[in-house]
């Protein structure tokens, strides 16, 4: 696999499960600290070969770039975050620039080279650029809607600059995230008071997950791809997480990918399925890699429903679950997702 430049990628930052930003106590997270330090040279090199073991070769992995800076004493310039940008070059050049960009961000303590296989996936075929944000380098919280806003917008400002001429400056923009990065994607949007410059032409959350009254406080106005679960992982509540983004939406254009996450003492799919990785509570098991392949495939249908104008029907979407159509519900349109 080819990579868009030379830049040598730093250590992710230390990578937590989503609840501990409010509810993991010192020790535990000391502890899991302790685990991560050990085994990030080896997390490292994982995340370099879900690249280079992908059966698309034609896959760009930017590595890791940073916009802004923070100082010795943690002051940061605005707009500050890190980024990566993943597509397919058998689609995607200077020549024959992305039409769709996907801005997604980061959950939390997780960095913006943790989702190489969900990126690859959602681009493969594409004329798509996938954006994977950090809005927080160097703080496990990613639960800001203002950063988010901050980076969104500094780089839909700044399209060439920052996705190196490979994206039309009229591209449709979509934006979404992992759990604390779904749930500031949202807070972001106008329609909740959010500093997001632009409408977005759709909004895609992996388990998006918020603080205090969270997602089912908040509205999405625009096109909505959810993902959730059946069983509780991680410690994150079903309805106020993926259930939620969907429910919350009132635009008819919406889909919802509910993963049933049988129970599997040691294997079980959990919330952090989406990073390539997982996290120390909740590893991404191989039994549970065909959901990226999954979401690849909801999200091709997805983006072509609203840049087309014509949306799927919630049949194309239950073939898109192919031969694991028995562990994905899907809720469509109308209908509202329960557990």
Sequence with gaps: VKRASKRQERHAPPRLCEPC?????????????????????????HYKSIINNMSTTNIINSGAQSVGSTSILGRSTKPRYDYQTTYDSSVVSDKSQAKVVILFVVGTAMSCTAYAGLAANCVAGQSTMFVTVDNSPGSIVKLSGEKTAEAFNDIQANIKERLGGFVSPSATIFV????????????????????????????????????????????????????????????????????????????????????????????????????????????????????????????????????????????????????????????????????
């Design 176 to 339: 979404g995230g992992h759990s604390a990065g779904g749930y500031s994607a949202i807070e972001a949007m106008q329609e909740n008071g959010g500093d997001l410059s632009f409408k977005p032409a759709g909004y895609m959350g992996c388990d998006p997950l918020g603080r205090g009254s969270g997602v089912p406080a908040l509205k999405i106005e625009c096109p909505t791809f959810a993902m959730g679960f059946t069983i509780q992982t991680c410690g994150v509540t079903l309805d106020q997480a993926g259930l939620a983004a969907y429910n919350i939406t009132s635009n008819s254009n919406r889909v919802m990918m509910q993963i049933i996450n049988l129970r599997n003492f040691g294997n079980q799919i959990t919330h952090c399925i989406f990073a390539s990785d997982g996290c120390p509570a909740c590893p991404s098991h191989d039994a549970g890699a065909w959901v990226r392949d999954v979401i690849g495939k909801f999200s091709t249908l997805f983006v072509d429903s609203v840049v087309k104008g014509k949306e799927a029907t919630k049949n194309q979407y239950e073939a898109a679950t192919g031969d694991k159509a028995s562990l994905v519900n899907v809720f469509y349109g109308a209908e509202p997702a329960t557990v």
């Design 21 to 45: 930003t409010e509810s993991q106590d010192l020790f535990v997270i000391i502890t899991n600290l302790a685990i991560i330090i050990s085994t990030s040279k080896e997390q490292q090199q």
